[in-house]
């Protein structure tokens, strides 16, 4: 298949109904002047995690959602959305808002400045705010 976009931006979820729209938007905002899309996989939310994506879809050409009908589990779920990816660029993010989206611009032109290498971009979250028993 040909690529078709400089990054795509998986991101899987469950039960993530109230961060959908913002992260949508902060993405959108770091990556103006790239060709991107998003997609979230939406791994058997029983919450209105479906219906925030399909909201965000009627206005969001960019924005593509695939479901699992059972939760398969993270690692399935960035599986499902990067085999789906039209991009040679790939990120990874968390639904729950942790990682900065505004970062993504830094990791495209490092990325882009290494040409030909192969190269893995990886980061550490700083600053969590999680609360006490999620970081154990």
Not at 30 to 51: A, C, H, M, Q, R
Not at 90 to 97: E, K, V
């Given at each position: ?15 993530e109904a109230g961060n959908i729209d913002t992260l949508v938007n902060e993405i959108h905002q770091s990556l103006k002047k790239f060709s991107y899309e998003i997609i979230y996989v939406n ?94």
């Amino acid at each position: 298949m040909s690529k078709t976009t400089e990054i795509s931006v998986v991101i899987p979820v469950k039960n993530e109904a109230g961060n959908i729209d913002t992260l949508v938007n902060e993405i959108h905002q770091s990556l103006k002047k790239f060709s991107y899309e998003i997609i979230y996989v939406n791994d058997g939310s029983e919450d209105n995690t479906e219906l925030e994506l399909k909201n965000n879809m009627k206005n969001n050409k960019k924005l593509r959602v695939i479901s699992h009908e059972n939760s398969q589990g993270q690692s399935a779920a960035l599986r499902t959305g990067i085999k789906a990816s039209n991009s040679t660029i790939i990120a990874t993010l968390d639904g729950d808002g942790q990682n900065d989206p505004s970062d993504l611009p830094k990791m495209i032109d490092t990325l882009k400045s290494c040409k030909d290498k192969l190269i893995l971009i990886g980061g550490v979250r700083v600053n969590r705010k999680d609360r006490i028993t999620r970081l154990w």
